[in-house]
């Protein structure tokens, strides 16, 4: 690391692409902390004759700034694949992180959780909580409903990882790969340590009544 002393303050931008790094280097830093370890006041004594402070400042190619624009996901405007997911099933929610970190670099899939108050039957091809909570299903943009394996197997070709679920085009691979998710599918809610679907809906349909009378409500 060299210094340098100038009059006036100059910009300099290191010459190194952050799509070079993996995302764990490009952690940002507090201004504070990092400018008092890495950028030190003046010395008071260095003053020009008029009594102006010169800057002193560091100059490292290892010093840079991460792109704010790099981490952020892309807008589902043009999204060919929407995931219906269960967000509070928190192995559920491992895999979607895992698929919304990839598709910061497609935008390809739209993001809905069926728990939240924001889904919609009618702006989901007609299907109701208690059927998505059943099993995956996602829907292509031009409306096609896909679900079980090939709803997997669909979500990750859009994202460049087509070749997880590659195999399960073919049979009797596919039949296997479907009966295995309809198991987990059936008990999921009980190895995650959750109620039952029938007492899960039935929690929900006493809310949405509840919502309904005051007519002011979240689910």
């Given at each position: 690391?060299?210094?340098?002393?100038?009059?006036?303050?100059?910009?300099?931008?290191?010459?190194?692409?952050?799509l070079s790094l993996?995302a764990?280097?490009?952690?940002?830093?507090?201004?504070?902390?990092y400018?008092?370890?890495f950028?030190?006041?003046?010395n008071?004594?260095l003053?020009?004759?008029?009594?102006?402070?010169?800057?002193i400042r560091?100059?490292s190619?290892?010093?840079v700034?991460?792109?704010k624009?790099i981490?952020?996901?892309?807008?589902?405007?043009?999204w060919k694949?929407?995931m219906?997911?269960?967000g509070?099933?928190?192995?559920?929610?491992r895999?979607v992180?895992?698929?919304?970190?990839?598709?910061k670099?497609y935008?390809t899939i739209?993001?809905?959780?069926?728990?939240?108050?924001?889904y919609?039957?009618e702006e989901?091809?007609?299907?109701?909580?208690?059927?998505?909570?059943?099993?995956i299903h996602?829907?292509l943009?031009?409306g096609t409903?896909?679900?079980?394996?090939?709803?997997f197997r669909?979500?990750y070709?859009a994202?460049?990882?087509?070749?997880?679920?590659?195999i399960t085009?073919y049979?009797p691979?596919a039949?296997?790969?479907?009966?295995?998710?309809?198991?987990?599918a059936k008990y999921?809610?009980q190895?995650?340590g959750?109620?039952?679907?029938e007492e899960v809906?039935?929690?929900?349909?006493k809310?949405?009544?509840?919502?309904?009378?005051?007519?002011?409500?979240?689910m």
């Open positions: 690391m060299a210094f340098r002393v100038v009059s006036s303050p100059v910009v300099r931008r290191a010459n190194i692409s952050l993996p764990y280097l490009t952690t940002k830093f507090p201004s504070s902390s400018s008092s370890k950028l030190p006041n003046p008071p004594s003053l020009n004759q008029n009594g102006q402070k010169y800057s560091a100059i190619g290892t010093a700034a991460p792109n624009d981490n952020e996901e892309k807008s589902p405007e043009n694949i929407k219906l997911y269960d509070e099933c928190p192995l559920c929610m895999e992180d895992m698929l919304r970190e990839r598709n670099s935008g739209k993001f809905l959780d069926i728990s939240s108050d924001e919609r039957p989901n091809e007609g299907l109701d909580y208690e059927t998505v909570m059943g099993r996602a829907i943009s031009d409903v896909v679900t079980d394996v090939e709803a669909r979500l070709e994202v460049g990882l087509g070749w997880v679920y590659a085009k049979e691979i039949t296997i790969a479907d009966t295995v998710y309809g198991v987990w999921r809610l190895v995650t959750r109620p039952s679907l809906l039935k929690a929900r349909r809310k949405e009544e509840m919502c309904k009378d005051s007519k002011a409500c979240k």
